[in-house]
C-alpha cells in the first residue's frame, strides 16, 4: 500500500491512486465515474455511435465496447471521432486486437495480462500502453478464474479472486506498468463485496465496482444496489458499472440514483414519499410517481416529499426542501417543514410544480 494513501480528500475516502484515462480522472479525489457497455457490434460504427450518444446524454462517463475482431478494432477510429467521453476496449485473450484498438485511438484497455500468452507478448501491449498513456484495468471475474487458482481454493472464494488480481497486477508491474484498474466482479453481491475490500488493503489502484450478470432491471438493480452501494457508503470504489439485463441506458439510472443516494452526486431531485397507511386519503401512489416523472429531468439538487397526511407528513419529511401532504381531496403544499398553501387534489401537481419553479425561475431548466 503506498505511503501516499490518505483519508479524506475532497467528498470521498480515497485511499485510491489517480489515473487519467482520455479527459478524466479515476481514482484519488476524483468523483466516482459513471460507465456502461455498449451492446452493438462495434464494427457497426453508427448503431454503436448511436448508442454511446444516447448513454453519454443519460449521464455516463465512460463508455465500453468490446473488441472482439479486427473490424471491431478498426471501428474505434471512427467512433473516437465521433464521441466526446473517453473510450475503453474489452479484449480477451488477443495482444494484437490490444494493441490495434490503442493504436485506433482508445483510451483505456480492458485485458487481463495473465490471458495474452506469454511474457513477449505482455511486455509488447504494455509498451504500447505506456506509449500512448493508456491504462489497463484487470477484470477479474469469479466465474473465469484460472485453474491453479480455483484447484488451490477449491471453488471462487473472494481470496481467490484477491489472488487471481494480484497474479495479473504483478504481471503488468513487472514490466513497470503501475496506470492499472482492478475489478473483481461476481454474480454473488458478498463474495464481491469481500473480495474488493480485501484488495482495497493490499494495493491502492482505483477499483472498478460491479455485480457481474447481475440479472433482469428489478433484481440487477437490488444486487448493484447492495453491492456497489455497500462498497462506496465505506468510500470503496472509484468507478461504477451497474450490469443489468437491459437497455444499458437503464445501468446509467440506477447508477446516477447509487450515487445521488449516498450523496456522491449533488445533481438531481430526490423524492421522500411515505408508504402509505390507513390515514392516506389521497392517491399517494399514482402522485409519488407523477411528481417522481415530472422531476426525472430537473437538475437541481431537490428534496421533495410526497406524504400521506397532514398529521405526520410535513413533520416526517422536515428535511425536504418542498412537499405535499395529503388529506380528504386536498393536499397541503410545504416548504421547508412550513404549510404555503392548501390545492385541490386534482391541482396538487401543477401547483407543487409551480411553487418549486418559481423558486427557480431565473435559472433554466425542467
Ligand atoms: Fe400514514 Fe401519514 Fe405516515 Fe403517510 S405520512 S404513512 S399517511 S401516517
Redesign the pocket.
Known sequence: ISEDRQGWSGNKMTGSRKIKVGNIYIGGDSEVIIQSMTNTKTSDIKATVKQIKELENAGCQLVRVTVNDTEAAEAIKEIKKQISIPLAADIHFDYRLAISAMENGVDKLRINPGNIGNDDKVAMVVEKAKEYNIPIRIGVNAGSLEKSILEKYGRPTPEAMVESGLYHVRLLEKFGFEDIIISLKSSNVKMMVRAYRMMREIVDYPLHLGVTEAGTAFQGTVKSSIGIGGLLVDDIGDTIRVSLTENPVEEIKVAKEILKVLGLREEGTEIIS????G??EIDLIDLAKKVEQEFSTFEKKVKIAV???V???PG?AREADYGV?GGKGIGVLFKKGKVVKQVKEIDILDELKKMIMEDFKDEEDI
Open positions: 411515505c408508504p402509505t397507511c390515514r392516506t406524504m400521506g397526511c398529521v405526520n407528513g416526517e401532504a
